[in-house]
């Protein structure tokens, strides 16, 4: 077999370490893989090289190395073996060896078959054999001493079963022994379990005779706890079956069961002691939450003899169940005592019973704190210093003294009352925090019901606060009738909806009274009748119950929001007079409890601390506005309606440069007191324009008033009042009321603007005559008018320094706004704006859309003051072309006089000059400089043309009268120096000098003139006149022969003044 395989192979030893070279020829090489003996998978697994089926032993990773290192020869040659074969035949070691394919592949000596490496077969399979055989010779030993070992533990497993049989008969006879009875031991177990039930009656009744001693010490001591543990003890041991045959025991029931109940009661009491504050233990909590939040303490904050509730509720454990401690006074500590309490009556079974009692007694306690706080702080203040009475209407604006007065009885009261709420929020807050914990460790199902105290605390509150605001800011009137102009169908056809002033209220019903007697007796019968059954028998029961009823419908409807009148029963007592000034100390106190109250209010309870203050928005909506716009009005009408409203007041001087309206200091006091109460409370634009609009009204008033004075006298035939010339010229609009505007606004007005109003106001004049009554003849109405001018002046400055703009867009008049608006309730705790005292500046906090009407209201001020004072500044010069046209005129005045002698002006000229000395001092005394040089400039300007262009008013006129004219003119000039400065009415006499030298003087005058203009030489203006003037001048000076009765001289007159004008016209307008 072994000549089967070529020569070059047959000496080949699987452990040698010869390699063949690459280039030799291998015709078992990959490239002549076949399938005709071996599978394709067999096939794909080449031939390893020489070079590492030659290793021999050391084949292997450094890890099997190291493990054949500590390895017996034996077991050491084995694993070669293995490793041997894993390397040169890979597939005698695999799961699905198939050694028929292997064979037949070492018997075919074809090139694709492995004849070649039988050989190497047969040495691995020896060197197999001898690995196996090494082993055997190893470890014979080992198994010959396994053998041996293996019968000796046979035989001890053997000897412990036939132990196991042994005990188990062992353990059968005993149980057939002890299930064997002695009648002896049942008759002792029989007789020890009687002794010991008498025994254990014996021990107990002897506990309960000492209960009553032990359960009023208890009592005595408040350790409720232990009394009601000892309590429940008794009445459980009562309630054992073998205790019910011994008829000693009944008294002891009937006591105990009364101390049940009467357990119960002092348990309530106790609580309402500490809730309520009527424990000694329970003063100095609340009387330091009252001072230390007081408006007089610099120092804001919490009392250090009191610690911060807040830090107090987060020391108490209330998880767990409170433990007494007899070495200390269980009362010392108040909220501990309270949460000992809940505890107390929970153990007993009592607490929905505890909770119902306080929900029922609530309303009463804190009307009988309320009643109390405010009789004592009434004893505590004197009426005689709570600042006066005022008219009985709330229509009197307190001084600085007055108010700390009224603020110092309120403070007191509320810093009182609010300190004692307060503490009894916490109380309450503490019982309820007991509650809830006592709740969550016992699983309680009526946990809702238990804890649902503090939201009817806080209803109670609400109203209590409601009741007190109103008493001390709502009067007598009307609050339900308030005429908004931003409320629709308040006013039905221009008159109140008077339906509505009386509406039946049960709480205004008297229950006592025989009607309703009668009538429920009545009532009651018919029920009675015809459901019988369905009402009590007992009528002094349901007399007791409706009285009871009707006492607590009467004290609700006190407090409610309808706000009946504070005679109702159920009232409190006011301890000063009710006014809206009241507000801005009521508020304050009311925020800074709101705000501390947030921190009280139980988190996660159905009472929103965000809500606190939303019923403020109806107090403030519903019954403070419509008193505020109620009193301001009536304020109003008190300023408007006074007889010396519009006279000057005598202490001007305290708040004014100028003299001002006596009306109009009071009105901006009345606006200033309304703005500082306004910055006391939220903003509401609602409240803002109340004030603006009584602005409006008062200058509604202030221009009647100017209407009224600038009046002409109506005649009987007229229906229509017209005005005088001067407030015609004014208010009318024209080209004159417009240069007159200029010359006011003007710093320093020129001689051409002056000249233009003088020309418009002569021109104007022209055209009808003006009659004594067109002129203001009295000198109190001049004076009134400037009194009005430097009032309503004054009024818009005051007024300007009102104006503020708040981001604050708050208005309740306007119900279209959206309703997320939420109002500023800022907490207001300054003495000095709270208090009234004249300190920092005082604004009207308005809106952009607000401030608009404000800014027209003052500007309309500014505007009626201009108006006044253009109306004086076109009086005076009224006054001085009528007082001219009538002594110009030859019917009052003729110029045309005859040989005697001259003695003085005319009285009409006199009458001038005495009015206008009157009305410059009249002007001087009342008005600024500025005024007074715009009322006096351009007067002498005014009387030098006048004259000029009306001189042939005066014909016909001669020397005499030219004369008499110069005359005046010269007295006119003297009196006007004293009025107005640097005035010269040369023009106006070198005019009618002209008349005295007659027309050819005339016309020469003008050639001279002309020529001189054309050598570039300036002609005086005051002597310099245009063609129309000198034309007028040269008829005047033919006026007396043209009036001369003879028509030849008239005749000639005419022809020569023809010429003369002719000569004039020639020289003027020549080119």
Known sequence: MSNRYPPSYRNNDAYSSAKRQEDDYDPFGDGYASDRYASPAQQSNPRRPPTETSRGPTYGPPASRIQRAIETSAERQISQVLELIKAEWPA??????????????????????????????????????????????????????????????????????????????????????????????????????????????????????????????????????????????????????????????????????????????????????????????????????????????????????????????????????????????????????????????????????????????????????????????????????????????????????????????????????????????????????????????????????????????????????????????????????????????????????????????????????????????????????????????????????????????????????????????????????????????????????????????????????????????????????????????????????????????????????????????????????FCRMLGTIPHDQALSSLIISQMARYYERCFTWFKSLVAKAQEPSTTRQSLRYSAELVVAPGDLQQTVKEIWVSDSPGHDLISKEVGLLIAQSNDRTLEPSDIIQDRDVISSLCLLYTSMKWLSVKAIGLRHITHFDTDSSRPTLPKNQKRRWTILNNPSKANGEQQGPVHLPMTQDTVQSFDDIVSSYEEFATTVLLTLHMEIRCRIVQSLSVALSPKTSPYLLGDQEIKGPDPQVLSLNAELVAYDETVARFLRDREIAFVRTGLGLLVNTYLVSNALVTQPMNSRGCERMQLNILVLQQNLKNIEAGVDLARAATYFSLFQEGAYRIVDKAKRDREREAEGATVPESSKFTYDELKALIELCYSEQLADPERGVASAARRQMGERVLALSEHMWQS
């Open 92 to 673: 005698m070691v695999q799961n699905d060896c198939i050694p028929v394919s292997l064979a037949l592949q070492l018997l075919d000596n074809s090139s694709v078959g492995r004849a070649h490496e039988y050989r190497g077969f047969k040495k691995t399979h020896q060197f197999l054999q001898d690995s196996l055989k090494n082993i055997v010779h190893e470890h014979h030993q080992g198994f010959n001493s396994s053998i041996g070992t293996f019968h000796k533990i046979q035989g001890s497993i053997q000897a412990s079963q036939k132990r196991v049989r042994v005990l188990k008969d062992s353990l059968a006879a005993s149980r057939t022994s002890l299930a064997a009875t002695d009648p002896e031991l049942k008759k002792l177990y029989k007789s020890s379990q009687m002794y010991d039930e008498v025994l254990q009656t014996l021990n107990e009744l002897e506990d309960l005779r000492t209960v009553p001693d032990q359960l009023e010490a208890r009592i005595s001591e408040k350790r409720f706890l232990s009394a009601v543990e000892v309590l429940q003890n008794a009445l459980r041991k009562l309630r054992k079956p073998e205790l019910d045959d011994i008829g000693a025991l009944g008294d002891l029931r009937s006591y105990l069961a009364n101390q049940e109940t009467a357990l119960m009661d002092i348990l309530i009491e106790e609580l309402h002691e500490h809730l309520y504050l009527k424990s000694p233990y329970c003063q100095e909590r609340w009387q330091n939450l009252a001072k230390n939040q007081g408006a007089y303490n610099e120092n804001y904050g919490e009392s250090s003899a009191v610690a911060p509730f807040h830090l107090v509720l987060d020391t108490m454990d209330l998880d767990r169940p409170v433990t007494e401690d007899p070495a200390k006074n269980p009362e010392a500590d108040t909220f501990w005592y309270i949460s000992l309490i809940v505890d107390s009556l929970n153990k007993l079974g009592r607490l929905e019973n505890a909770v119902d009692t306080l929900k029922q007694r609530l309303p009463v306690e804190l009307f009988s704190i309320v009643n109390e706080t405010i009789n004592d702080v009434d004893q505590r203040h004197p009426s005689s210093l709570r600042g006066g009475s005022g008219n009985g209407q709330g229509l009197h604006i307190y001084g600085t003294r007055e108010t700390q007065m009224r603020a110092d009885v309120i403070y007191d009261l509320l810093w009182t009352l609010y300190g004692k709420f307060e503490a009894i929020a916490e109380s309450h807050r503490v019982f309820h925090e007991a509650t809830k914990a006592l709740v969550r460790r016992e699983g309680t199902g009526a946990g809702s019901y238990l804890l649902g105290s503090f939201k009817e605390l806080w209803n109670l509150y609400q109203n209590e606060i409601r009741s007190l605001l109103h008493n001390y800011v709502t009067t007598d009137a009307d609050v339900y009738q308030f005429n908004s102009f931003a409320r629709q169908g308040a006013i039905l056809n221009g008159a109140k909806d008077t339906t509505r002033d009386h509406l039946f209220k049960f709480s205004e019903a008297d229950p006592k009274s025989d009607e309703m007697t009668t009538e429920y007796e009545a009532l009651d019968g018919i029920i009675r009748a015809a459901v019988p059954g369905l009402t009590s028998n007992s009528r002094k029961t349901q007399t007791s119950d409706r009285k009871l009823a009707a006492g607590r419908e009467s004290r609700r409807s006190a407090s409610a929001g309808t706000f009946d009148s504070r005679g109702a029963p159920g009232s409190y007592k006011s301890l000063v007079e009710p006014s809206v000034f009241n507000m801005s100390l009521l508020l304050p106190p009311t925020l800074v409890f709101l705000q501390r109250l947030k921190s009280i209010v139980p988190p996660g309870s159905d009472l929103a601390a965000s809500t606190l203050t939303s019923f403020l928005d109806n107090f403030l909506v519903n019954v403070f506005q419509p008193q505020l716009d109620e009193t301001l009005s009536k304020l109003s009408d008190h300023v408007f309606g006074e007889v010396d409203s519009f006279q000057q007041d005598s202490d001007w001087s305290l708040v004014a440069r100028r003299p001002v309206f006596k009306g109009t200091i009071a009105f901006f006091t009345v606006i200033t007191a």
